[in-house]
């Protein structure tokens, strides 16, 4: 009788424990037929359980009745504008789409702009699209800030160089020697206004866009980079990322793998 | 190279759920840039990878699963430890102190405690237990739905949502300002036998 009683108080047990784990979903009515009747069998002599019951159903309801944060309308258009610029698709580009892409450049260019813009910025531009590299969205999309300036080399490079008159007297974020601006424009990374340089650095196109400390400080492999070595660098297949702290913003730099300038301590706080 | 109308094919599709994926990436960010950054980069796996919703998955909760996989790379790229996720039973002297016959002790504590207070209560979770309480409490989705954007069974979204909710009742409890100074007072042992 008694090693009868002690086997019904460990099945009980047992049942107890294993029962606690079905309770959630009992209170929200997602037991099927017979693990419901299972708990209400337990529930009836257990009022540990029923509280239990009770107490998950109070608080899921408290919970249901908490707003859900808002989205702000300055970060929904920050998200419009992100979607738009993403590639499309998620194959790479194959070289044959980019020699047509190229034709289609070359021929949609205007005389007066490959005229007046000189040899150098077509030059370089040619060479940009030809050495385009095939950026993946797995690699571009993982930091927001450097998917945008990454997609906007791109752009620059299938399109025409946004030429500005007295662009080569403008002293970029960052200035190297033998360098020269080519050109300046505004663009957006991160959601944020950012001013981009268009550099000519012996004969690759770079690119320096002048970013928000708050877009740049954003991220935190970015942050434990800077921490760590005073700045962050990526790579997307042929194309350098390097991203430096400025004293009052962010910089980052686009460049073709290999042609990245060399970076002393005294310039970054040439800013 | 994808056509306007898959462009058009996904605004319909994804859009109308950017608010309620902002709210679950907030809930469980440390910062409202790091949930901005999320949010954006949901999206932007989501356009890469729409190709793969079938027209059988719900999109909101395949841009969930999205989510959760952005959270995971981002934690492991930190190098966040999981927290350890206790395990109390409903036999909790904390717990029991509090009878919860609505209304009663219990009702009482959650309605002293501001949205904010809960909200930090639920942000302190282990993360295995704060994901199923923002997808089940918040999201109001079936266990079902929460296995797919987990990977998990479903038996295993009801035993963690089980011990997430006892673990946060819990915690409440202990924030209540009066709970401490009464706790001892008002404890009464429950006998399970009972």
């Not at chain 1, 929904?76 to 194959?91: E, F, S, T, V």
């Not at chain 1, 002048?210 to 962050?232: C, K, L, M, W, Y």
């Not at chain 2, 038996?155 to 997430?164: D, E, H, K, P």
Request: hydrophobic share 40%; with cysteine.
């Amino acid at each position: 009788m008694s090693d009868l009683k002690n086997t019904n108080t460990h099945e009980w047990s047992d049942l107890h424990a294993e029962i606690q784990d079905w309770l959630a979903g009992y209170a929200d009515g997602e037991l099927d037929e017979h693990h419901t009747a299972l708990v209400e069998a337990h529930l009836a002599g257990c009022k540990t359980c029923q509280h239990d019951v009770e107490r998950q159903r109070i608080l899921s309801e408290r919970l249901q009745m908490i707003p859900t944060p808002g989205l702000s309308a300055d970060f929904d258009g920050r998200l419009d504008i992100a979607l738009a610029n993403a590639p499309a698709g998620g194959k790479r580009p194959s070289g044959r789409r980019r020699m047509t892409n190229l034709k289609r450049w070359l021929s949609s260019l205007r005389p007066s702009v490959v005229i007046g813009s000189g040899g150098w910025a077509v030059a370089l531009v040619l060479a940009a699209v030809l050495l385009m590299p095939s950026v993946t969205p797995d690699n571009i999309n993982r930091i927001p800030m450097v998917s945008d300036v990454l997609n906007d080399y791109q752009r620059v490079a299938l399109e025409e160089l946004p030429i500005q008159a007295g662009s080569s007297e403008v002293s970029p974020p960052l200035p190297w020697a033998n360098s020269r601006v080519l050109a300046t424009w505004m663009t957006r990374v991160g959601g944020e206004p950012a001013q981009a340089y268009a550099i000519r650095q012996d004969n690759s196109l770079v690119i320096q866009y002048r970013i928000s400390e708050r877009v740049f400080f954003r991220n935190p492999d970015v942050r434990q980079a800077v921490a760590r070595a005073g700045d962050f660098r990526t790579r997307a297949d042929q194309l350098e990322v390097l991203g430096l702290p400025m004293e009052d913003s962010g910089l980052l730099v686009v460049a073709p793998a290999g042609n990245m300038p060399a970076v002393s301590e005294s310039t970054t706080g040439a800013s | 190279m994808r056509s306007t109308g898959s462009r058009q094919q996904f605004d319909t599709l994804v859009r109308p759920w950017r608010y309620r994926l902002y709210g679950v990436a907030q809930r469980q960010a440390p910062s409202q840039e790091m949930a901005e950054d999320w949010t954006q980069e949901t999206l932007l796996r989501a356009w890469r990878d729409f190709d793969q919703l079938d027209d059988h998955v719900a999109a909101y909760a395949w841009l969930l699963r999205i989510l959760n996989r952005v959270v995971a790379d981002d934690y492991r790229r930190d190098g966040r430890r999981q927290q350890l996720a206790p395990v109390l039973t409903t036999g909790d002297a904390v717990l029991n102190g509090y009878p919860c016959s609505a209304p009663g002790p219990f009702d009482q504590v959650l309605k002293n405690q501001s949205d904010a207070q809960v909200m930090a209560a639920v942000h302190a979770l282990p993360d295995s237990f704060r994901q199923v309480i923002l997808l089940r409490d918040f999201e109001e989705l079936s266990y079902q739905d929460i296995a797919q954007i987990l990977d998990l069974a479903p038996g295993t979204v009801m035993s963690r949502l089980s011990r997430a909710r006892r673990l946060l009742a819990k915690r409440l409890i202990k924030a209540n300002p009066s709970a401490l100074a009464t706790s001892h007072t008002k404890y009464t042992s429950v006998n399970p036998h009972e």
